[in-house]
């Protein structure tokens, strides 16, 4: 099983591969792809999904694992996000991924075993899971890590309840 973490965003948008055999999980690819903020927001959606597009293609996941979009203080930066996600959510389907979305506590609580964890708590349990040597940077890469491991954590109850759909 072959999982792309997306942690959505309109100027940095993480990404993490991950694949599982069996009870191993190894750590693939992560990253993230900027935007420029002076560009037009259509342009940078049209850039973003073509990124994506490059990726899903070499990498060709069986899931994509994206973090929701459920509160933001700004405003802009929520519609950012939000787009960002839909383009992510559009991107995986036309991939022939299933695509997946997970809240910011189900993430943490599968990641660490609590919702309340900081950032430098992920952080560290995905070195630990995966088993790197230093904590993966920039931290939206980690944070897209996190989001593909929750989905194997969730995956066997996450497939039936799609089917179900």
Not at 33 to 51: A, F, H, S, V
Not at 59 to 68: C, F, G, L, R, S
């Amino acid at each position: 099983m072959l999982v792309m973490g997306i942690d959505p965003g309109l100027s940095r948008c993480g990404y993490g591969v991950v694949r599982q055999k069996g009870r191993d999980v190894e750590a693939i690819a992560a990253g993230i792809i900027r935007t420029d903020k002076g560009d037009p927001i259509p342009r940078r959606l049209y850039e973003l999904q073509n990124e994506l597009v490059d990726l899903m293609g070499i990498y060709n996941p069986d899931a994509v694992a994206i973090e929701q979009v459920l509160f933001q203080v700004n405003v802009r930066t929520a519609m950012g996000v939000g787009q960002a996600s839909g383009v992510a959510m559009a991107t995986g389907v036309g991939a022939g991924a299933e695509v997946f979305e997970y809240s910011p506590t189900q993430i943490k609580k599968a990641v660490t075993g609590w919702g309340g964890a900081d950032k430098e708590q992920m952080g560290r349990m995905v070195q630990t899971l995966l088993r790197l040597p230093k904590p993966l940077k920039p931290v939206d890469a980690a944070d897209a890590v996190a989001v593909a491991l929750c989905h194997l954590a969730h995956r066997p109850a996450a497939s039936r309840i799609q089917a179900a759909m």
